[in-house]
Nanobody
Framework: EVQVVESGGGSVQAGGSLRLSCAAS??????????MGWFRQAPGKEREGVAGISPGGHRLAYADSVKGRFTISRDNGNNTLYLQMNNLKPEDTARYYC???????????????????WGQGTQVTVSS
């Protein structure tokens, strides 16, 4: 079984940056075949996909709310997924989750109902 664990969350002021990481362990050979992505969920709101990346890392997708500020990347050799978040805004405050799926949405983002592996999440808090 594969486990995915996020790290890198924290508290920053608006305009600041954070880099989230997602490390996979266990039977990770199959992860190179998966689309990977990041979701976030704020209190009282639905979980939303914010970024997705193809198995080889050549296709990237972003939600409009983060486009131009967030960058997703992956290192298949180290079974690690990243999310570089720049120019953070208070509305980015949420718990961020790493996820893996075999089939993405047409946009390249991931659908919650198709997720095979979820991480436990890491909290990001942005103050104004």
């Amino acid at each position: 079984e594969v486990q995915v664990v996020e790290s890198g969350g924290g508290s920053v002021q608006a305009g600041g940056s954070l880099r989230l990481s997602c490390a996979a362990s266990g039977y990770t050979l199959s992860l190179s075949n998966y689309w990977m992505g990041w979701f976030r969920q704020a209190p009282g709101k639905e979980r939303e996909g914010v970024a997705g990346i193809s198995p080889g890392g050549h296709r990237l997708a972003y939600a409009d709310s983060v486009k131009g500020r967030f960058t997703i990347s992956r290192d298949n050799g180290n079974n690690t997924l990243y999310l570089q978040m720049n120019n953070l805004k208070p509305e980015d405050t949420a718990r961020y989750y790493c996820a893996a799926a075999l089939i993405p949405l047409p946009s390249g983002l991931l659908a919650p109902e198709r997720i095979r592996y979820w991480g436990q999440g890491t909290q990001v808090t942005v103050s104004s």
